[in-house]
């Protein structure tokens, strides 16, 4: 299983970023995926997830109506839009499938 994020950078406040996350090594429809983020000092938090055929979704309170998670089966990736971003949104955000994790991706909101 491989899992890999892009996407990141620095933005300043109100901004957006779109991460994308490449799977491989597992039979990527079958499942549901799910994006994190851990910001500096903090604990890992879960952010979004978006069930196999993309038909259901959930967020974190801290980002609903902000962050949109969605999937194309097709190329086997998992995207995450973030509008309106926040400097509380600095963070490196990963992939997540079962128990396999991404390397991240480093996102940075500051003016």
């Known amino acids: 299983v491989q899992l890999v994020e892009s996407g990141g950078g620095l933005v300043q406040p109100g901004g957006s970023l779109r991460l994308s996350c490449a799977a491989s090594?597992?039979?990527?429809?079958?499942?549901?995926m799910y994006w994190y983020r851990q910001a500096p000092g903090k604990e890992r938090e879960w952010v979004a997830f978006i069930s196999s055929s993309g038909s259901s979704t959930n967020y974190a309170d801290s980002v609903k109506g902000r962050f949109a998670i969605s999937r194309d089966n097709a190329k086997n990736t998992v995207a995450l839009q973030m509008n309106s971003l926040k400097p509380e949104d600095t963070a490196v955000y990963y992939c997540?499938?079962?128990?396999?994790w991404g390397q991240g991706t480093q996102v940075i909101v500051s003016p």
């Open positions: 090594g597992f039979t990527f429809s079958r499942y549901g």
């Open positions: 997540k499938f079962a128990t396999y």
